[in-house]
T-cell receptor
């Protein structure tokens, strides 16, 4: 299995809702990533987990809360989002260590009303 | 510090003609270089990577790229464009000093006309 899966594909939420994005990989990778991508822009790194520990937080607002329950799963909990948070959220994974090649999932298209 | 410049924001080619996407990079350390493709409303797919082995790198779907250290370039080429090549292409650099962080170029949108 050489893919990263993400659910849901689409999500519409109000500013007072709480929702979660899920990401899963079965490649035995030890690093996982969350990115945010706005239209016509490259992805922006949000969080990096290495060996299930948060290693990079790119000064992301606290309304985004990542969680790594195990080495195959990565969640992004959303609460009190703003309309400007609407974007494509991409998950990626890599082998970790000196291997920096990242494999991306298909993304979740998030719309905040 | 590492950085990437994609020299063309938009490239239009006719089906069956060559494709050239230009990328220049800057890195203080031994860089790894990648090209990713993103079709509309999809995730990013790795086309090819350079990691200090052969300077001419072959990727998927007939794409290849040449690493030129003297010119700090990593241009992507394909001899004959196909309609399915219409997409956004990102040149990406990563180095050993910035583990976990990929530096993306701004992207090049490729349009293929019949």
């Amino acid at each position: 299995d050489t893919e990263v899966t993400q659910t849901p594909k689409h999500l519409v939420m109000g500013m007072t809702n709480k929702k979660s994005l899920k990401c899963e990989q079965h490649m035995g990778h030890r690093a996982m990533y969350w990115y945010k991508q706005k239209a016509k822009k490259p992805p922006e790194l949000m969080f990096v987990y290495s060996y299930e520990k948060l290693s990079i937080n790119e000064s992301v607002p606290s309304r985004f809360s990542p969680e790594c329950p195990n080495s195959s799963l990565l969640n992004l909990h959303l609460h009190a989002l703003q309309p400007e948070d609407s974007a494509l959220y991409l998950c990626a994974s890599s082998r970790g260590g000196n291997y920096n090649e990242q494999f991306f999932g298909p993304g979740t298209r998030l719309t905040v009303l | 510090a590492q950085s990437v410049t994609q020299l063309d924001s938009h490239v239009s080619v006719s089906e069956g003609t060559p494709v050239l996407l230009r990328c220049n990079y800057s890195s203080s350390y031994s860089p790894s270089l990648f090209w990713y493709v993103q079709h509309p409303n999809k995730g990013l797919q790795l086309l090819l990577k350079y990691t200090s082995a052969a300077t001419l790198v072959k990727g998927i779907n007939g794409f290849e790229a040449e690493f030129k250290k003297s010119e700090t370039s990593f241009h992507l080429t394909k001899p004959s464009a196909h309609m399915s090549d219409a997409a956004e292409y990102f040149c990406v650099v990563s180095d050993t000093k910035s583990w976990g962080k990929l530096q993306f170029g701004a992207g090049t949108q490729v349009v293929v006309t019949p």
